[in-house]
C-alpha cells in the first residue's frame, strides 16, 4: 500500500497529467482564444473569459455588448454569419449557433448536410439566461427573450418573447403585436 506522500509524488511523474495538460491547453487556444482574434468585436464589448467562439471570422459583436459567462457564438464553417449589434445584453449559458443539420431520410446522423443561415440580433437586445437562438433567425432592435426561449423564427424590434419555440407576448412600449405573428 502506498503512503500519501508516494502517492503524491506519482501523480508529479504520471506523464498523463502533463498531456491532459497540453490537450486542454489546445481546447482553451482551439475555442477561446485564436476565435476571439479572428471575431470582429467593437469598442467596449465585453466577453467573459469563458465564452466560446466557432468560426470567429464570421462573427461580428457590436459596440458596449456584454456577452455573460459560458455563452457560445458558433458561425457556420462556410457560409452563416452571427452579427450581434451594440448595446446587447446576453445571460449566462446563451447559445447561438448559424449551422445546423438537416434530417434526410437513410442518412446517419453523423454524415447528414448542414444548413448553414445567418443569424442577426439587433442592437439593445436583451437575451435572458439559456436563450437558445437556431440559425436564419433576426431578432430585432429593442427586443428582449425570456430566459430559456429557443428562438425558431424572427422576433420583430421591441417584442417580449418567451417559451418554446419562442413566440411573442406583447411589445415592449406597450402597442398592440403585429398582425403578421
Known amino acids: 500500500m502506498l503512503t500519501r506522500g ?3 509524488l506519482r501523480s508529479l511523474f504520471d506523464v498523463r497529467v502533463y498531456l491532459h495538460l497540453f490537450r486542454m491547453l489546445h481546447y ?3 475555442s477561446h482564444v ?3 482574434r479572428r471575431a470582429r468585436i467593437g469598442p467596449g464589448a465585453t466577453l467573459a473569459p469563458n465564452v466560446s467562439l466557432r468560426n470567429g471570422e464570421r462573427i461580428d459583436i457590436g459596440a458596449r455588448a456584454h456577452i455573460n459567462e459560458y455563452v457560445s457564438l458558433w458561425a457556420g464553417d462556410s457560409i452563416g454569419r452571427i452579427t450581434i449589434g451594440e448595446d446587447v445584453l446576453f445571460g449566462p449559458r446563451v447559445f447561438i449557433t448559424a449551422s445546423n443539420y438537416s434530417a ?3 442518412t446517419r446522423m453523423a454524415y447528414q448536410p448542414r444548413e448553414e443561415k445567418d443569424v442577426f440580433v439587433g442592437s439593445d437586445v436583451w437575451l435572458g439566461t439559456s436563450v437558445v437562438v437556431l440559425p436564419g433567425v433576426t431578432i430585432g432592435d429593442g427586443a428582449i427573450v425570456a430566459a430559456g426561449a429557443v428562438v425558431t423564427k424572427d422576433i420583430p424590434p421591441g417584442a417580449i418573447a418567451a417559451g ?3 413566440r411573442v407576448l406583447r411589445m415592449r412600449d406597450g402597442s398592440a403585436i403585429p398582425a403578421a405573428l
Open 6 to 8: 508516494r502517492r503524491f
Open 28 to 30: 482553451w487556444n482551439y
Open 34 to 36: 485564436e476565435p476571439r
Open 104 to 106: 434526410e431520410p437513410g
Open 164 to 166: 418554446v419555440p419562442a
